[in-house]
């Protein structure tokens, strides 16, 4: 059976993820992202009503045009996991395809708020739920198995797609963090990598994450963060002025650990901001994480400003809000607290916890920088990086080959410069550049069998 | 009562730390310290058999010349912990004092064996033991008593010394972390640095660690890094080859965590080293840390060789040695193994855990990149940075002015360009240059009262 | 005779500079200048309008009324040079203070625009010229003397200003570099700052301009940067499509050197940007820089646009537009034209040359970033940092206390971090802090005799 | 006519650079080089007695196993310039081949003596000297020409070959710079390249110098070193004491700068250090500078002590010594006067001129740390950083394409993190991975026709 693989989007940049796996006349694609950076470069753009071919030519999307040279048919559409830059161009492209959306159920919902959201296209995909640890067939040759193992990342519910073929498995491997103790949620199935590895014809193909490929080491366990963030909140037990924290929306991990240590401190935490009233809110009534109930959420302009009002009226120091803003985005909420634009008023040691990282590129540095002065200048104190990355540094990715032992090898989710030191490690393994280990860019279609 | 300060050493440096306090007629010198890179950049050196004024020329022990200057006797010398820049310079000035060292009773120990390997002076000093929590009176004037404070920090039985005398107490804070997690040993004990903020004269002065005052946020507990190296070792738990770790010998909290997750995970750990059997064997014998019956601790070349045989002998898989050489210092144990110059041979894929950051300097940079490289092409798989620092970042020096509110603060530990950070963060906090917030040298005289 | 010298402003930061010095009853004030930063860091704010409380409280302009605790009569308003850091509190300020502000032709222009522009206070000090190399009489005592010394710097007609007392020189440093080949003007006057050295008292004090105070070496002459500048424009000669400039508009060395270029590979430059059109013009009309006479120079929007016009019509490439931008400052000129929003087109190849380096702030560094991906977009190849700094470097410091061998040092223009480079060095040369090394900070007085 | 380029060294590392081209059955071999730091980071290795293999494994020299896979024969051997990592390994692997050392004349006395100092193979090849705009029949087919451009390194007489074939031009664009003032010889022949660009079948392939295809902008010219030299030392003409020099023996141009500047400031330079002895003494015996007749050259140890004697004795103020340790290597002649080991002792003020940068690794950076702190112990004053790169930035390989526009493009000179700027770059000239980029590793063979 001949098995092809097109590298559509992701392949030159963190963001508009897209790739897709011809097993004989069967194709499944994995991820439909959005590169959120090329978008917020112009000013004032607003994706929802703008056509896919704009998007394209801006590089916020995939280039699917390749999708024309791949004789077969799409058989599903399969995102890993809910962050913007695996479903964020479903929306814009899935309906040019006649397949289902096949996702676990937390980014299923997720999927779901995209689509009520696009002003441009309807998409009729249908939308199934497939949990970790289990299989679908394939298109009707019988012979090709779609499979869930599951996997831990910055955000819940998220997998690793395995598509099973006579001559082997295609295990498309991002986004991933190697993680035994995920906080909320089973750790990394390495077992059952393990047992892929070993099962059948093996692996034959190994797309992988390498989003810190230049990264020595392993990545932190979302249990090392809590650690410290536990350490961070609980040294603040004794002050008795205002404290804010905020984090990713979508790392519901970390949310819930935010609301643990509040309660732990004695503060009543709240979350603010769209983003975080729809994560955490999707997340507790699926039954994800389970908050207390007393749990404020609050999306809509009016609601937050209120609660900011009741919050100064009994007294901050019985609150701990968690607000958006961990970029230092200029609109964002901590922004707007740092510019006095919110009822709610910073005194003199105030403390302000980021557990977040900031996403490497000036852009971000710059904001974030002014949004800390600006806060500083409020009297706020400044606690940041409190975060691990959701990511596989180098000795994951040697695990991953260990375990997994693949024939091929395709490095993704990054450019080139990312791409280098998985090529040196891969390169130690003994893979070899244009044998088994395929650099690659957007629009290539590399045949492996 | 005259109250006067001398800055004698490690106002310009890390390292070669020294200050003197007199109160009246009664002086307390706080800490004779080495400088141990000023040594190491000559090639050949050996400290033991040289002479005090050729070692101040060298950079590498206090000038404490400037004490003539001072009028009174010095009634205690008073080392806060046992790091060598706090410790080292005992064997070669202490004998010029007829002063007991007065200090805890681990740090204790350390200065013998600092005199016991000095060869060029005998020092007649008595060793005088004190916990934390306790108080001596300094002097016969009956108004001055020296108080230990628990502190946190990389090394075990730290303190705090105080001065207290009729115009409020002097604070000497180096060095420490504000770790409520201490692992081993009991929290810093906060509330007591609170009381002594406000009871009395409160305090008159505080000389602050300011070996991190230019980092933002706040230093992690030792618990963290614990979680953090329990998270690596634990992921080494299906692994069937070599695994081994290094340290700083002195952190024997550190030392304790990789000794029990060896354990954990299967193997017998084994310190390795002169200085991990000093330290580690003071530290349990004293009581400070249980260690496994079966633990090893070889010091001797011959001893550790033979260790290393019947380990490659019985199964690399079954141990876990920690060694020497973080720094990847080019004769240490570490580097010896990639040289291959140890009966341990390293395989393709073995782990090398370095639990310590390099310590920042372009020469250490360059030892640990070569070390690394050695240990890597033996087939290696490095995890680096596995620690947390024992020195404050800039939170913690707001808390402690929070909770000392000193009339006076005198930055040490550091150079011009560490202060600034706490120059910064202390005229936030209102203190003023050259009124209550005094940056100075090595060598200099400050009149507080 | 008593010398006090009050430091004012500058001396925690870069910007506001301000600083009094006392001479018996006689006092001249140097500088007077704005921090921009801290105006940009608020969103839509103009300083026209504005009072100079709310200015001092926003940290933008020089906190004066320390001066109130110098006892004596204002006698002389002396800035070094036009630099807003330097000039641009006058109009706050000035008005306060029954002087004259004495300055170099060239700034005195300069001064004359900032109060001009001012629209919330009235100064009528008189403004008097005076040139390098020329003196004053200050006061009535007949003992005090205002010198001019010339000095070289990023704009033309820079001077140091050199108050002599009875008791010794008071050399003001600000700011400069040590530049034997300026392109403008003449060369730094070693020779007289030798000869101030060792004539009469010596050199009391000297104030030193510490911008570039943790560099290493020497500062490059404005000849370097000018080679460097004739090799990037005349490796495009044989390009047949745009060309654009920028660089900073005051710095008329630069400005010269770039028209001279872009005639020598066959190109009309054309200057445009309402700064570029003033300091240009200014500095031609006063005979300071000769241009070509048919050199245009616009400065209104319509005019700059209808150039734009002309040049897309005649042909790109026969001209060098010279615009402002160099920071990516997001409504300068350049970065519109990244943004496609002037007449202006940008083609794939076209060269953009930042004859500027960025100012070392994340929100620059930021700003710049997204300025040079916007210009990338539209095709432009970048060529940047082709710049050298006027400011000293060590080897400068180095050299100035070798020349004029002061009793006293006090470090200026910069933060405490900035300031460390400058007290390692100091203290190399045997001066001592709390002795005759002032580190300072802003709102102090120090009595020096 | 087949064309197949056989990638063997340094497409993994900068360092022992090999690359065949086989037009037909013709082969020609560019560059075989050695890769010094995989020595030296042994301790106490001699290359000159080993083995081959035993250099091969090392990663020293090109494992040009690979050879044996094209069919054809070696018709040249074609060093393109004289720095070991492009003849390090003649004297190592030439014999295995039938065939001339083909190259410029500079290059082929340095070839020589590489040849001279082996001790464990014989190479009878011919060495054949073709200087820049010559062209040589390779093979019988009378279809296949060798050509030199000219072009500019940091070392004289460097060329890039042309191998013209029936289905294009090869262009081995190893090692440059894009410099019009050179200093010494003539200016990159651009005129040249373009026309082989348009020619005949144009160029079918190029091999591009990615040393520094990760920086933006232009490479300076030598011009623009030699001004900031000249800036430099001029600056130091008053001073009455030692001034020492130190740069790359190899660069013929800039020891030439220091040279005349040297006499300019009334300085008698002398040029210390076997391998400064023999490059410029080569240099001058063949014509390619002119040095004044009174400058002393002196390698050996004994003549150069004496020197530093006869120095010493008749007046530091007078000489200006050109030494060799520009890295801090921990034995060069710098490093040794830093640690007082040579009869020229350093005083207080003493100038060291750094003409090099640091080659970026940490190992260098470590011991140049090192070395400086040495030197700044016996008071030197330290001017480093005075250096332009001999490699092209993205500018230069931007106009390389635009002058050539080849069909295939493969970078080299660098490891896969190396090539990823010149890949992002060529990918936004429309060439695209796995069509006509061809990312490369040591070891490959590329068929391009």
Same mark, same amino acid.
């Given at each position: ?7 559509i ?9 897209m790739t897709?796996?011809?097993a004989?006349n ?12 090329k ?24 280039d ?21 830059d ?28 995209e ?34 193992v599951?996997?831990?990342h ?15 498995a ?27 590895g ?31 963030l536990?350490?961070v ?11 804010v ?6 790392h ?15 503060r ?6 769209? $983003?975080?009233?729809?994560? =955490? /809110?999707?997340?507790?009534?699926? +039954?994800f994480? !389970?908050?207390? #109930?007393? %749990?404020?959420?609050?999306?809509h ?31 964002a ?33 710059g ?16 606690? $940041?990086?409190?975060?691990? =990355? /959701?990511?596989?540094?180098q000795? +994951?990715?040697? !695990?991953?080959? #260990?375990a %997994? ?45």
């Open positions: 059976m001949e098995i092809e693989i097109a590298t989007g992701g392949y030159e940049e963190v963001g508009r993820q897709a796996v011809r004989g069967d194709i499944v694609i994995f991820d439909m992202g959005l590169n959120l950076s978008v917020l470069i112009h000013d004032n753009i607003r994706t929802e009503g703008m056509h896919s071919l704009d998007l394209i030519d801006m590089g916020a999307i995939p699917d045009r390749i999708m024309s040279d791949l004789e077969g048919d799409v058989k599903a559409i399969v995102p890993t996991h809910g962050h913007l695996h479903i964020g161009a479903i929306s814009k492209l899935a309906h040019r395809y006649d397949a289902p959306v096949v996702a676990s159920p937390f980014t299923i919902e997720l999927v779901k708020g689509l009520a959201d696009e002003q441009k296209f309807d998409s009729g995909n249908d939308l199934v739920k497939m949990d970790a640890g289990e299989t679908m067939s394939i298109g009707d040759s019988g012979k090709v198995e779609l499979e869930f599951n996997v831990t910055s955000i819940i519910d998220a997998i690793n797609p395995v598509l099973h073929t006579p001559e082997g295609v295990v498309y491997g991002l986004d991933k963090r190697m993680d035994h103790t995920p906080v909320i949620g089973d750790p990394i199935d390495m077992k059952r990598f393990r047992e892929i070993r099962e059948g014809e093996g692996v034959l193909c190994y797309i992988e994450d390498c989003t810190n490929a230049n990264k020595k080491g392993r990545t932190q366990s979302e249990n090392v963060a809590r650690e410290h536990r350490d909140l609980y040294s603040m037990e004794d002050y008795d002025g205002g404290i924290a905020t984090t990713f929306s979508s519901i991990a970390r949310v819930k650990s935010l609301v643990e240590f509040a309660k732990d401190i004695g009543q935490p709240v979350l603010l901001g769209r $983003s975080m009233e729809q994560y =955490s /809110g999707t997340a507790e009534r699926m +039954g994480a !389970e908050f207390p #109930d007393d %749990l404020g959420m609050f999306g302009r009016n609601s937050v400003d209120r609660t900011f009002e009741r919050i100064m009226n009994e007294g901050k120091e019985d609150y701990l809000p968690v607000v958006t803003g961990h970029q230092g985005e200029p609109r909420m901590l922004t707007r607290m740092g510019r006095g634009e919110t009822p709610y008023e910073l005194d003199d040691g105030d403390k302000v916890v980021f557990s977040a990282g900031i996403i490497p590129e000036p852009t971000n540095e904001q974030r920088y002014q949004a800390e002065k600006l806060l500083g200048m409020q009297g706020a104190r400044i606690y $940041s990086d409190i975060h691990v =990355s /959701g990511h596989l540094r000795e +994951g990715h040697y !695990e991953m080959l #260990d %997994l032992q693949p024939k091929h090898v395709i490095p993704a989710h990054q450019n080139m410069k990312g791409f280098s030191g998985y090529v040196d490690l891969a390169s130690n393994q003994g893979y070899k550049l244009g044998r088994d280990l395929h650099v690659t860019c957007n629009g290539n279609l590399i045949q492996i069998v």
